[in-house]
């Protein structure tokens, strides 16, 4: 008697619904400036998810689209995940002078101080900035003020990470350090992120589990981030050029 065949795996892409689906998006800007015309985007598992494109291609409108600080001319945003943006410039996104008075910013109302402690210490330590709660924010260095940005994400339960070209200010060492916490938090075996991040640099194409193009508007398909790589030269300015 021949054995039946194992039915393949079903990883949680088959179990849940997929993290986020962009449908057929459009978006004008008030003055009628066309950013993204019929934009689509499956991302079918948590993981790192990585967008590149020339200057103006529509990358930045649609993640605060993603973010529900814009809404759409047309099409639809399907996802279940609650949403945080990450910018370019933590100085943008930081607010309050200590590390913890910051996090404690972004909290829910309803907490305990207790709870509201302990999920400032657990933020702090899932970014590797354990025990610097009291750390005034300006003293710290620009891969530690975008980790903090990120704890900022973390504390308030946010489970899609929308990263605007979060290294793109930061040296080598520090742009390591922020691509290898985020690459954790979305491999990570109980509840991974999904993280969309944009990029100039290409050579974080390399640590991303799909990337893809976007060009005027629209987004191209899947594809391997070091493959892609390949394919785009970078100019003089470091950015990915058709
Ligand atoms: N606040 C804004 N007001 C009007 N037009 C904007 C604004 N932000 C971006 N745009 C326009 O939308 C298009 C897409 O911009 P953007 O999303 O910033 O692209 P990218 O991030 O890929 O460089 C561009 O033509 C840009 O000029
Ligand atoms: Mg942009």
Redesign the pocket.
Known sequence: MIASQPLPEEGPASVFPPPLVLDSLDFA?P?G?T?LRGCGLRIERPGLWMLV?S???????LLRLIAGLLQPCGGAIHTQLKPALVFQNPDHQLLLPSCASDLQLGLPEQLSAAQRQARVELALEQVGLAGMGARPIHTLSGGQKQRLAIAGALATDAELLLLDEPTALLDPTSQQEVITLIRRLCSRSEAPLTALWITHRLEELDHCDGAAR?DAGRIGPWQNGAALRVGLAPLPTGRAER
């Open positions: 800007w003055g400036k950013a494109g200057n103006g291609s529509g990358k930045s409108t976007m």
